[in-house]
């Protein structure tokens, strides 16, 4: 599934669960209907967000994406081990001797293609488990973080917020005024009011499980 979709669709729910709370109607004792108000245009002042990039830069964000990798850290060490040793297989066969049998050259070509298939079929698994976990995650901080929007953008009169998100035939900003982006505001403020610190930076910082291509066929020279 998209993790576009997925953040896209945590911010909305939250967006619509602060603005029904807003908006929910108060016990009256009046039963005429109210006068229909006729609308206003008002002087417009646009907000731009980066909502996936947001929910993954607060502190929880990162908090969540660290035990990610380090869930995954032994899986990747696997797919680089199977990556070194076709490689290194693949060096072999390129350096033997022309007396090499053809029936001998056949068999390591063949173990070769075989652990080429399980590394691809490996890192391939690794990465759509790797991404779910992420999605999951970050998904869960994306609805968490909608209030926090609505609050901002409340406080501070915008009239309208764009997400520039890279979604799919979503919202495409051309330009915009330098100061209109509250990302990063969105980031503190969002920071402070959950309590969470920051999490201490990995040296190096695992990175997720690559999606290796296949590597190129050894042919007989």
Not at 11 to 19: E, K, P, R, S, Y
Request: no cysteine.
């Amino acid at each position: 599934m998209n993790r576009t979709l997925t953040l896209v669709s945590a911010l909305g729910a939250g967006l619509m669960t602060v603005a029904g709370m807003a908006q929910a109607p108060q016990p009256t004792t009046q039963t005429a209907p109210a006068a229909a108000v006729a609308p206003q245009a008002v002087p417009a002042k646009i907000a731009l967000i980066e909502y996936e990039q947001v929910a993954a830069a607060t502190n929880e964000g990162q908090h969540a994406i660290q035990g990610i990798q380090t869930k995954f850290a032994p899986k990747k060490a696997q797919i680089d081990s199977e990556s070194t040793e076709v490689d290194s297989l693949k060096k072999q066969l390129q350096s033997a001797p022309s007396t090499l049998s053809d029936e001998e050259r056949a068999s390591r070509l063949r173990t070769i293609d075989t652990k080429e298939k399980q590394l691809q079929r490996d890192a391939e698994d690794a990465q759509t488990a790797y991404n779910a976990d992420l999605q999951e995650a970050l998904g869960k901080v994306a609805q968490k973080l909608g209030p926090t929007v609505v609050k901002y953008v409340q406080e501070n009169g915008y009239t309208l917020l764009l997400d520039l998100s890279q979604q799919q035939g979503g919202v495409s900003v051309m330009w915009a005024q330098p100061g209109t982006d509250i990302s990063q505001a969105i980031i503190t403020a969002y920071n402070a009011s959950s309590g969470v610190a920051a999490p201490t930076p990995s040296a190096p910082t695992p990175s997720h499980p690559r999606s290796t291509t296949s590597h190129s066929s050894t042919t007989k020279k």
